[in-house]
């Protein structure tokens, strides 16, 4: 029994038990300005099959300058950084007409800051203290869908 055919189209590459169809790779940039932080999320989101995180910003200046060099299709973005914040940053790439998806993943789960990301464009609003797991989910289903 020889491998199975290793496949590579621009997509993620894996070993596939026959010829079936992979799904495109949603890709990913982390924006957070704690290293161990974007380090536990990117083990956890590259855990979920179809998904690769392609960048990583500290704050939201470095997260809009990646988003233009690599064009990810979802954008997880912490709301207190320095330099510039999530919200300030997410309201810059509405402007600029760059439409990732984007989630916001902070510790500032109030009403009045889930509004407000809401409203500048986020698609999603989690709790990082208690909703990583709707994180993947949320990543899961993009995956499975193929929509980012």
Same mark, same amino acid.
């Given at each position: 029994?020889?491998?199975?055919?290793?496949?590579?189209?621009?997509?993620?590459?894996?070993? &596939?038990? /026959?010829?079936?169809?992979?799904?495109?790779?949603? !890709?990913?940039?982390?924006?957070?300005? &704690?290293?161990?932080?974007? !380090?536990?999320?990117?083990?956890?989101?590259? *855990? @979920?099959?179809?998904?690769?995180?392609?960048?990583?910003?500290?704050?939201? $200046?470095?997260?809009?300058?990646?988003?233009?060099?690599?064009?990810?299709? @979802? @954008?997880?973005? #912490?709301?207190?950084?320095?330099?510039? /914040?999530?919200?300030? =940053?997410? $309201?810059?790439?509405? *402007?600029?007409?760059?439409?990732?998806?984007?989630?916001?993943?902070?510790?500032? =789960?109030?009403?009045?800051?889930?509004? =407000?990301?809401? *409203?500048?464009?986020?698609?999603?609003?989690? #709790?990082? &203290?208690?909703?990583?797991?709707?994180?993947?989910?949320?990543?899961?289903?993009?995956?499975?869908? /193929?929509?980012?």
């Amino acid at each position: 029994m020889g491998l199975a055919p290793r496949i590579s189209v621009g997509w993620r590459t894996r070993h &596939s038990p /026959g010829l079936m169809p992979l799904r495109p790779s949603v !890709r990913v940039l982390v924006a957070d300005d &704690s290293p161990r932080l974007r !380090r536990l999320l990117r083990d956890a989101i590259e *855990e @979920v099959d179809g998904v690769e995180v392609v960048a990583e910003a500290a704050d939201g $200046q470095e997260a809009l300058h990646r988003i233009r060099a690599c064009a990810p299709g @979802v @954008v997880v973005l #912490d709301l207190q950084m320095p330099v510039m /914040g999530g919200l300030l =940053a997410l $309201q810059h790439l509405r *402007e600029a007409g760059r439409l990732p998806r984007v989630i916001v993943l902070t510790n500032h =789960a109030d009403v009045m800051y889930r509004e =407000a990301c809401l *409203e500048a464009g986020a698609d999603h609003f989690f #709790d990082k &203290s208690a909703e990583l797991d709707r994180v993947l989910d949320v990543l899961r289903n993009l995956a499975e869908t /193929g929509e980012a």
